[in-house]
């Protein structure tokens, strides 16, 4: 052990009279300990809330939504094809969006229509996932039980289903205002079907105004011919959206624009990462107060120990020996409850994931608290703490390097 360590180690156990400095000292390590287990924790449970948030919208929409600019895509099949021949892309179907009145059992709503391929969308969505009645299958012509008429399927959402109180198997109409213009005005388009399926993603926003019907379906009630409004595709690695989707543009030409999910979440996943970011700076401050801690208890113990300073420089220790004690010291107080902090930080996200014993209100997507640990974040957490505390030991180190020998003896 060398000359400086001893020294060190030494004042860290302080004698009976000196209890005081040593409690502080404690209050420094509790201090540090439990602002990098704060962090920690707080960018745990905003990594695990994003990621969730995000796989709840990925989980419905497609990583890429291709549109042809002022009209239709005419050729779905061809540019299916010529999609799916993209290095990274592993699935696409055409799709159909519009707005349409929905009513049946108690009443009526507005909704969002997606008219899908039930053949392909599974390789897009995870809808089928979703789904706690039915099947995408089932989106195909279906014969009523009242009479024999082929009748097309409709899927909902469960909060639709529950407001508009029905059930699988209940007769539903679509309503769409663009209807033929007349001479008695615009006539809204109708077109009855069969609830056969019923979905929850656990979004409200999704389950309560999403219907799905098959392309076929979409095209009968909007009165369209083989065209589709777009195509949407599954990507390998969700982060390389942006590059294939210039990748896209490029192959298909300028009439056609694909936008990634970033692009089209942009003001939602901004928003969280501020909010992590704000967060992340709140409870950064905890660690500054335990440096500052840090900084009046070696000054306290340079106050406290300046005669055998005084008595270590008068058998020859150099200036930056006394200097390298007290660093040693904080070190040894900032890497005590770093670790500490760490492990606390390990062990609380480890309750918080196995037992789950926070819920979350109706209002948000998930039910419990998610908790997603990033090594880089714990390492680069607690390699901020020490570095912090690093800083806090300078300006007592050095004010312990300038103590004279004459002056701290002169009265003993």
């Avoid at 948030?53 to 002022?70: C, D, M, T, W, Y």
């Avoid at 809808?127 to 008429?149: F, M, W, Y």
């Avoid at 529950?162 to 679509?174: E, Y």
């Amino acid at each position: 052990m060398s000359f400086e360590w001893f020294i060190c180690l030494r004042y860290l156990k302080a004698k009976r009279k000196q209890s005081f400095i040593s409690l502080i000292t404690i209050i420094s390590v509790v201090g540090v300990a439990v602002g990098v287990m704060a962090l920690i924790v707080v960018l745990a449970v905003m990594t695990g809330f994003t990621d969730e948030f995000r796989a709840k919208i990925l989980g419905v929409n497609s990583h890429i939504v291709i549109q042809k600019f002022g009209g239709e895509i005419t050729e779905p099949a061809r540019i299916r094809d010529k999609i799916l021949a993209i290095p990274g892309v592993v699935g696409a179907t055409p799709y159909i969006y519009t707005q349409a009145l929905i009513t049946g059992g108690e009443g009526g709503t507005g909704a969002v229509l997606r008219g899908i391929d039930p053949d392909t969308a599974s390789t897009v969505t995870s809808l089928e996932k979703h789904l706690v009645q039915g099947s995408l299958a089932d989106l195909k012509n279906t014969i009523s039980k009242s009479d024999s008429r082929p009748v097309p399927g409709i899927i909902v959402g469960r909060d639709l289903a529950r407001q508009l109180n029905i059930a699988v198997g209940d007769r539903v109409k679509l309503i769409s205002p663009s209807g033929p213009l007349t001479p008695m005005g615009i006539i809204p388009r109708l077109k009855a079907c069969r609830l056969v399926g019923i979905f929850e993603t656990g979004m409200y926003e999704y389950d309560s105004s999403l219907i799905y019907v098959s392309l076929d379906t979409a095209r009968d009630f909007l009165n369209l011919s083989e065209g589709v409004h777009g195509i949407e595709i599954r990507l390998d690695d969700i982060y390389a959206a942006d590059r294939i989707s210039r990748q896209i543009e490029n192959e298909l030409g300028s009439s056609y624009i694909a936008k990634d999910w970033i692009r089209l979440n942009k003001n939602l996943f901004s928003a969280l990462s501020l909010e992590k970011t704000a967060l992340s700076i709140i409870v950064a401050l905890i660690v500054l107060v335990a440096a500052f801690n840090i900084v009046s208890t070696l000054i306290m113990v340079v106050m406290e120990k300046s005669r055998d300073i005084a008595i270590l420089k008068a058998m020859g220790a150099t200036s930056a020996k006394i200097m390298r004690i007290f660093i040693y010291e904080g070190l040894v107080i900032g890497v005590t409850g770093t670790i500490l902090g760490v492990l606390g930080a390990l062990g609380l996200c480890e309750l918080l994931s196995r037992y789950q014993f926070i819920k979350l209100p109706d209002v948000y997507p998930m039910s419990t608290l998610p908790v997603k640990i990033l090594p880089w974040d714990i390492t680069l957490i607690a390699l901020s703490a020490v570095l912090i505390t690093f800083l806090a030991t300078l300006y007592p180190s050095w004010q312990a390097s300038r103590v004279e020998p004459a002056e701290a003896l002169r009265y003993e």
